[in-house]
């Protein structure tokens, strides 16, 4: 009798075993089919962002956002002067949109009080 209980304990064991492996097959088979779908996901945003224009022309209010300004501050900038208006900026329907290459040159004025 305890021959046949190690027998089917041993069967037992071996049959975990190869489940246990058949489930690890399948998840990794799982894994390899969804890394492939995301590597070709990536690869389709990156050709849809290589075609797309690069941003050549931002709005007041995206510029002051990122710079930390008003608005207000950011229009002022652009009429003092320092700025060619058709160059550096431009009012198309009355809505200033400002050239990327002119964004950097906008920036805080620091105060002089003291």
Not at 5 to 32: A, C, G, H, N, P
Not at 53 to 73: H, I, M, Q, R, Y
Not at 82 to 110: S, T, W
């Amino acid at each position: 009798m305890g021959a046949l209980q190690i027998d089917v304990s041993v069967q037992e064991r071996v049959l975990y075993m190869v489940t246990k492996d058949k489930t690890i097959v399948k998840l990794v088979d799982m894994f390899q089919e969804r890394q492939e779908d995301y590597v070709n996901q990536i690869k389709d945003l990156k050709s849809k962002l290589v075609e797309q224009p690069a941003v050549e022309w931002v709005s007041v209010s995206n510029v002051a956002t990122a710079k930390g300004l008003s608005a207000d501050a950011v229009r002022k900038q652009l009429e003092n002067g320092e700025f060619e208006d058709g160059v550096d900026f431009k009012k198309p329907n009355g809505r200033i949109l400002i050239n990327q290459g002119a964004v950097e040159r906008i920036h805080r004025r620091r105060s002089s009080n003291g």
